[in-house]
């Protein structure tokens, strides 16, 4: 009797654990090579969230300044500009791809070639205002 009532006490708590805690998958991360005197170039990937958070910000040592920005049709010229935040329904992939959301690395602190392996550490909030991390590493495609 005893050990039924520990078990059960286990139970709870992992399914607390889990409802507190919203998990972020990133896959198909990839950063767009750059040539030599290039100083800027995007980041993009899916990502996909068990629970409601926003991508609040993005860090990297491939670059100053990183910022996720969103590319859109202002007229028929294609301008970028900064987001303070991209939601991230769960359950939903929202895809960072050409055109759309991508992660701004500016400043690159040297080119990006075939090959490397561009670490980027994403900030997420979820409703209750926690904070978590997320280090990837985007595959670096050829220059095009
Ligand atoms: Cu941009």
């Not at 969230?49 to 860090?59: M, P």
């Amino acid at each position: 009797m005893k050990r039924h009532l520990k078990s059960w006490c286990v139970a709870g708590f992992a399914f607390v654990a889990v409802q507190a805690w919203a998990e972020v998958t990133v896959t198909q991360a990839w950063v767009r090579g750059t040539v030599p005197a290039q100083k800027a170039t995007g980041a993009f990937m899916n990502l996909k969230s068990s629970e409601d958070v926003k991508l609040v910000g993005a860090a990297s040592p491939s670059a100053k300044i990183v910022e996720v920005h969103e590319m859109t049709m202002s007229g028929n010229v294609m301008a970028m500009r900064a987001v303070d935040d991209v939601p991230l329904p769960a359950g939903k992939t929202v895809e960072f791809k050409p055109g759309g959301y991508h992660v701004m690395l500016v400043e690159l602190v040297k080119p990006l070639v075939k090959g490397d392996k561009g670490p980027i550490t994403l900030t997420f909030v979820d409703k209750g205002g926690k904070k978590s991390t997320l280090e990837i590493k985007a595959e670096v495609r050829p220059h095009n």
